[in-house]
Each structure stands twice: as structure tokens, then as C-alpha cells.
């Protein structure tokens, strides 16, 4: 939708985007905590390997939920990394 050339790209405030961002990690903190950690228990005596898969993954994910929401609640941090995706999406664009 961002790539359409009939069409402006539609902006977006601050908050709209870090509320937005908030309920997105929310919503995969709870879903990835019931599927990860209920299927780590579930596996941890008949396949301990997968176990540990299943709980390094959700560490993964809370690890980057984190680092994306801690740059995107810092207005000045937003701003570069808007300013750093547009500039991409327009150089793929181009191509």
C-alpha cells in the first residue's frame, strides 16, 4: 500500500504509531507466552532440545519487541528511524 503510485502515503503521528506498536508486541508477548512456553513445558522430557528451541525463540522475540518499542517511544530515535525506512522504501522503490 506505501508503494502506490495513485495514492499519497498516508501520515501518521507519534502516538497513533506507538500505540499501534504497544498492542501489535502486546498481542505477540501473550500468543508467543502460551505457545512457546506451554510447548516448552509439554516437551521438555521427551524432546529437551526442542524445548530449549521453543524458549529461545520467545527470548528472541521479547528481546526485539524491547529494542523496537524502547526506539520507538524515544521521539528523537522515531524520527531517524522513519527518516532511515523512508529513504529504503523509496531506494526499492526505484529498482
Not at 502515503?9 to 508486541?25: G, H, I, Y
Not at 528481546?63 to 529513504?87: I, S
Request: charged share 20%.
Amino acid at each position: 500500500m506505501a508503494c502506490r503510485e495513485d495514492c499519497d502515503v498516508p501520515s501518521t503521528d507519534l502516538a497513533t504509531t506507538q500505540r499501534r506498536a504497544v498492542c501489535l508486541f502486546a498481542f505477540l508477548a501473550a500468543f508467543y507466552s502460551v505457545e512457546d512456553v506451554g510447548n516448552a513445558i509439554s516437551l521438555r522430557r521427551d524432546c529437551p532440545l526442542a524445548s530449549c528451541g521453543h524458549v529461545a525463540h520467545f527470548l528472541l522475540l521479547v528481546d526485539f519487541a524491547t529494542f523496537l518499542l524502547a526506539h520507538l517511544c524515544d521521539p528523537d530515535k522515531f524520527a531517524k528511524l522513519r527518516g532511515e525506512f523512508c529513504a529504503w522504501l523509496a531506494g526499492a522503490c526505484a529498482v
